[in-house]
């Protein structure tokens, strides 16, 4: 089989050389890169490197090569484009058709899937052309991920880095397992959680439980190269932010269900992941929890957590809003599954097996996934991210 076609484009900000690590990644996999840096991104990186790293030409004008028009030619055989870093400048000229270098060329040529990486300052980042350059490309059908929060040139931080390069990887690979061009949450704004709430009973002990957060991980990374707008509660994970994806952290139950009632407000669909405490202790100790000689340890008394799927299924903040639980048991799977999923009034339950060595922190998953309308969707084992996209394939039909 051949190789997939990627193109790179390189534009000229200051974070041109994670771009090399992208290129790294993207060869290493099996892939055939061409990289089309522009003129603005060989003042950071060179075109010795970029050749050297992909194995193929480098140019970042129409006129080289002119016999095999590579203006049109480039675009029309690549499986993928992904720009990155996208300056705002480049942006501004794919959202306008502009077509003065080979990149542009490229994009305006292309018909297959292309993400943009957009890194710049926040205050570029923030302004209305720049946005409104943005809405236009994500309208068209392109996927532009949300730069990351944190350090950008110099001293300054805020909104606007490149996100890590192996994440934009895993939106690349993920919008080309797809292959397809108009992606099908593009315009949805979807609300995740992930991980496993933690209950303090003193400064320094928890009662938690084994969620390592890697399927609702999954989760918010497929939805995003699906095209959405992805808010992740992520209670205690200890994981690396996906690619543009919006990351609340939060501690306790209470707080996870504070994040999701905010931000589930305007969403389309809330997939509810995490592992969160059905009790936590009635009191906290403001000081660590002494033992004492000769005395027996004070029992632990446990009040209940608030049902947060309960609640956001039955008070929907949006008609039409798709809410979807996850439910994690050790016995009569399916039954209590069907059980759960009544109760809870949700639209979709996904039941799975758990155990010490089963599902939790695995890379692994199995699920049936139960609908209200009496569907039942069988997932056989496999990654966290195809579950995911199993998930999202039931969900995006139900969208209004
Ligand atoms: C040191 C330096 C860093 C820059 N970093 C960025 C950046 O991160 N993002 C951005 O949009 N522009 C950045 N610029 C400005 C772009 O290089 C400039 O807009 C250029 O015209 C972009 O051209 P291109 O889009 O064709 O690559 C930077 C400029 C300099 C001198």
Known sequence: MDKPKVVLGVSG???????????????????????????SALHFVGAATWSALSGNPVSTEVWDDVH????????????LVIVAPATADTLAKAAHG????????????????VVFAPAMHTEMWEHPATQENVATL?????????????????????????PDPAEIFEVCRRVLARGVTEPDLKGRHVVVSAGGTREPLDPVRFLGNRSSGKQGYALARTAAARGARVTLIAANTGLPDPAGVDVVPVGTAVQLREAVLKASSDA?????????????????????????DGEDP???????????????????ARPGQVIVGFAAETDDVLANGRKKLERKGCDLLVVNEVGERKTFGSEENEAVVLGADGSETPIPHGPKEALAETVWDLVAPRLG
Do not use: W
């Open 13 to 39: 900000g200051i974070a041109a050389y994670k771009a090399c690590e992208l290129l790294r990644r993207l060869t290493e996999s099996g892939h055939d890169v061409r990289v089309v840096p522009t003129a």
């Open 68 to 79: 095999e028009v590579p203006h049109v030619r480039i675009g029309q055989h690549a499986d």
């Open 98 to 113: 502009l077509a003065d270098d080979l990149l542009t060329n490229t994009l305006l040529t292309a018909r297959c899937p």
């Open 138 to 162: 994500r309208r068209r059908g392109a996927v532009v991920i949300e730069p990351a929060v944190g350090r950008l040139t110099g001293v300054d931080t805020g909104k606007g880095r490149l």
């Open 268 to 292: 389309d669909a809330v997939v509810m992941a995490a592992a969160v405490a059905d009790f936590r202790p009635a009191t906290y100790a403001a000081g660590k929890i002494k033992k004492k």
């Open 298 to 316: 004070e029992p632990i008394v446990l009040v209940r957590n608030p049902d947060i799927l309960a609640e956001i299924s039955t008070d929907r």
